[in-house]
């Protein structure tokens, strides 16, 4: 089975600094991985994913992350921050090409300080 | 394209009332999937349909949860009777399945229940 832990639920940042929010899984085998944001009463978003090739995929909003398999991590980042990037963000793992379901961490709000 | 439409958006009851949460998938996506989101934490999947038939209700609690997708397209999730432990966000998402290839799953807004 499959899981995923994203360290710190909550994570500030000023407006232009660094954003990095942090997952890391567990999988028996190779996984696809997945962020997505969402926004209050809103669901969720696809901000990108890895499936297979590129270890450093981009997505949208200027957001990228990287696949260390050999650090079972796949840590979001963006280089400078925006008042907007303020939401929730979720890190998901599945085993195979979508047919099962995701499996999420617990979620990490974002905070952008002005 | 419209993407998954899912009323209503909130609810309130009071518990052991009947409840009833209604999702139209994208078009043409044959899998929908009912995930429950508690307050502070991620997702979890309820059930997930392939067309009309349900292929992985494991975490569905059977004994006041049911759920059906009448031919292959709009789905219900019903709680009868509700618990207060059942306040929640409930999430219906879609994908469009094909053997060999990523497929996303789209999100709908939820419906926020609350049980008093």
């Known amino acids: 089975a499959q899981s995923v832990t994203q360290l710190g639920s909550h994570v500030s940042v000023s407006e232009g600094a660094l954003v990095l929010l942090r997952c890391n899984y567990s999988?028996?085998?190779?996984?696809?991985l997945f962020w997505y944001v969402q926004y209050p009463n809103q669901g969720l978003q696809l901000l990108l994913k890895?499936?297979?090739?590129?270890?450093l995929v981009k997505g949208i909003n200027g957001f990228e992350a990287e696949f260390k398999k050999s650090e079972t991590s796949f840590h979001l980042t963006k280089p400078s921050a925006h008042m907007s990037d303020a939401a929730e963000y979720f890190c998901a793992v599945t085993l195979d090409t979508g047919r099962r379901a995701l499996t999420f961490g617990s979620g990490t709000r974002l905070q952008v300080q002005p | 394209e419209a993407g998954v439409v899912q009323s209503p958006r909130y609810k309130i009851i009071e518990k052991k009332q009947p409840v009833a949460f209604w999702c139209n998938p994208i078009s043409g996506h044959n899998t929908l999937y009912w995930y429950r989101q508690n307050l502070g934490q991620g997702p979890e999947l309820l059930i997930r349909?392939?067309?009309?038939?349900?292929?992985?209700d494991s975490q569905l609690p059977k004994d006041r949860f049911s759920a059906e997708r009448l031919k292959g397209v709009d789905s219900t999730l019903k709680i009868q009777p509700a618990e207060l432990g059942d306040s929640a966000v409930y999430l219906c998402?879609?994908?469009?399945?094909?053997?060999?290839?990523?497929?996303?799953?789209?999100f709908g807004p939820g419906t926020r229940l609350t049980v008093l």
């Open positions: 999988s028996s085998v190779p996984p696809y």
């Open positions: 349909y392939e067309n009309e038939e349900a292929v992985d």
């Open positions: 998402a879609s994908s469009l399945v094909l053997a060999g290839s990523y497929n996303e799953q789209f």
């Open positions: 890895y499936t297979t090739g590129a270890t």
